[in-house]
């Protein structure tokens, strides 16, 4: 089953992220103030960690949804699961 909004939202997160990060290397070469860099570099990192946590639900409500109706093609343990989100902290 799947769910094109969702993959949307992912997909419109990680290029927000990857306009950001281009941003950051700019400021870089382009010797910007250091707080200016930070704010940012935040901003991206802040951007990729609800991009990583929409695809991770997703394809989770995805497995159960379908789990409901036959079996699910993605299974995961519980301590994969936990692994994944421990990899997005």
Do not use: W, Y
Request: with cysteine; hydrophobic share 45%.
């Amino acid at each position: 089953m799947e769910n094109p909004e969702a993959d949307t939202a992912a997909l419109r997160r990680l290029r927000r992220a990857q306009g950001q990060l281009t941003a950051v290397i700019t400021m870089l070469e382009t010797d910007r103030d250091l707080r200016e860099v930070v704010i940012q570099l935040a901003a991206t990192s802040h951007a990729l960690h609800r991009a990583g946590f929409k695809i991770i639900s997703e394809r989770l409500r995805r497995c159960i949804l379908d789990e409901q109706d036959a079996a699910c093609d993605d299974r995961i343990t519980e301590k994969e699961l936990e692994e994944l989100f421990l990899g997005l902290a």
